[in-house]
């Protein structure tokens, strides 16, 4: 099933969703929780963000997405700069993200959760109604059929009527890759999509992500499981005191010592 | 009366009265013993633990510690009764320092035996004394579980329930927090615990109660469940390993 129809690059066929971060430092005090972090997420690949506790992983997610501008450096997708931008527009530039936490509208359904995504709706302005009624119901029923073929994507169709708030933790690590998905993003941030969530619907989110990869965007995730890192990205970047301490592929990240001492321990030597 | 250091009989519990998420739930713990409650999502896990933590009401069936009914006890009296519970999310006091939380923790005990509670936490826990006088919002998700953990363990309780302790955690750090949980159960403490990292919990638990539906499942030893194949294949799947 193509769900999404991410905005390709400039060259024909050419994956969009290319990130670049350089030198990029954020503060809170005297703790340069991101200090002088650069690398890049390349355009129709899986890059994974590992590391400690408090490495800055988090605090880099929500810089790139707007939520704590950087006090300096640059963060660029597909050559357009994200720094400066509020969160809601640089959402407008293509890039989704999730939370560790999943933040679903909990007193409102699965459905409606998904359907409010899609800006500038025509029918958030009363007047449509009376002025262009044929228009406020056709947008309607576009985003209801988008909305609903997304859910089924997403295996949430069992629960889209009962509140967000009702379902599983899992499930709402669901809602939120389906309400990044309404956007057709270029990108999309995962922070933690396996925590909390069951290995058997891990398999699925998996699955999801492979498929959604193949159909172009580009994802950057954060995880903790090294299992699904380890096979899912094509790229991993770890990061350490708010640095990054080594990026490659995964044999290569395996076989860092410094990785190994800071990160993975003997579990995965 | 029941042989067990903890027992969970027949437990019926849920948000909404009308609504019975857990639908006759039966567990037990003994003394020093670890064990993991896995599931698939929304099998009701964590509201078992809520609802024996006196979070959520218990509208039917009897949970007793060391013999003696606790099933409505409410929360607060729940920790007298030497029961520990860390929740999966929101288990810190952000706006608190590290130290405030902790002291909140032994806030019950007389000042002297608090701090010395306290002190013995920081030296379980050092990567916390370097945060000590630090708000707890600073912490990383990983951070403020450790924190969680350690204010749990202040009052030396016989049994500590823990929701999803390796969530959010680094493979450092899940070794770090299940080898503590190892050596409390060791030192004669018992450990129940929800946990999505099913193999590792099970790797170091003794026993495992898989739920679904809000039903028990199948239980056991967790050497022999890690084997099951019903269990490999409702539950512990191939673990996100795809490509």
């Known amino acids: ?269 | 009366m029941s042989s067990h250091l903890f027992e969970a009989r027949d437990v019926v519990a849920g948000y909404r009265p009308d609504l019975p998420i857990i639908q006759g739930v039966s567990m037990h713990v003994d003394k020093a013993e670890m064990v993991t409650i896995i599931g698939p999502n929304g099998a009701g896990k964590s509201t078992m633990i809520k609802a024996i933590a006196g979070v959520l009401p218990i509208s039917s069936g009897s949970v007793t510690l060391a013999g003696k009914d606790i099933t409505h006890l409410p929360t607060h009296a729940m920790a007298a009764s030497s029961i520990a519970y860390v929740p999966q999310t929101e288990n810190v006091f952000t706006s608190l320092t590290i130290n405030e939380n902790l002291l909140l923790g032994a806030s019950s005990m007389p000042k002297p035996k608090a701090l010395e509670q306290v002190s013995k936490a920081y030296d379980k826990f050092p990567a916390l004394k370097d945060y000590r006088d630090k708000k707890a919002k600073v912490l990383s998700g990983g951070q403020r579980q450790m924190l969680a953990v350690a204010r749990a363990l202040l009052t030396d309780p016989h049994l500590i329930m823990l929701d999803e302790p390796s969530a959010g955690l680094s493979p450092l750090m899940v070794s770090d927090v299940f080898a503590r949980l190892r050596e409390l159960v060791e030192s004669g403490v018992s450990v129940l615990m929800v946990e999505q990292n099913a193999k590792a919990a099970m790797r170091v638990s003794h026993r495992t109660y898989v739920l679904a539906e809000g039903r028990n499942r199948v239980d056991g030893p967790s050497s022999a469940l890690a084997e099951d194949p019903e269990v490999i294949a409702i539950y512990l799947g191939a673990g996100g390993r795809k490509r």
């Open chain 1, 1 to 269: 099933m193509h769900i999404v129809t991410p905005a390709t690059g400039t060259a024909a066929g050419t994956p969009a969703g290319a990130l670049h971060i350089m030198n990029a430092v954020k503060s809170f005090g005297a703790n340069r929780a991101v200090d002088g972090v650069s690398f890049v997420a390349e355009a129709g690949k899986i890059t994974g963000l590992i590391g400690p506790n408090g490495a800055g992983k988090t605090t880099l997610f929500n810089a790139i997405a707007g939520e704590g501008p950087i006090d300096s450096g640059s963060i660029e997708l597909d050559a357009v700069h994200l720094e400066k931008l509020k969160p809601h527009r640089i959402f407008s530039t293509g890039l989704a993200r999730t939370f560790q936490i999943p933040r679903p509208f909990a007193r409102m359904t699965v459905l409606e959760n998904v359907m409010l995504v899609p800006e500038e709706q025509a029918g958030e302005k009363f007047w449509n109604s009376w002025v262009q009624p044929g228009l406020v119901a056709r947008q309607e029923r576009a985003n209801l059929d988008k909305a609903r073929s997304i859910i089924e994507f997403c295996g949430l169709t069992p629960v889209e009527r009962q509140l967000a708030g009702s379902i599983s933790g899992g499930q709402q690590k669901l809602v939120e890759l389906a309400r990044a998905l309404m956007a057709d993003p270029k990108i999309i941030l995962l922070d933690e999509p396996g925590a909390g969530v069951n290995p058997a619907l891990l398999d699925t989110i998996v699955d999801r992500i492979v498929a959604l990869n193949k159909q172009g965007i580009t994802f950057l995730i954060i995880e903790h499981n090294m299992d699904l890192v380890m096979s899912l990205c094509d790229h991993i970047v770890v990061m350490a005191t708010g640095k990054v301490i080594a990026e490659g592929n995964a044999a290569s990240i395996l076989a860092d010592t410094r990785v190994v001492d800071a990160y993975l321990g003997g579990a995965h030597a």
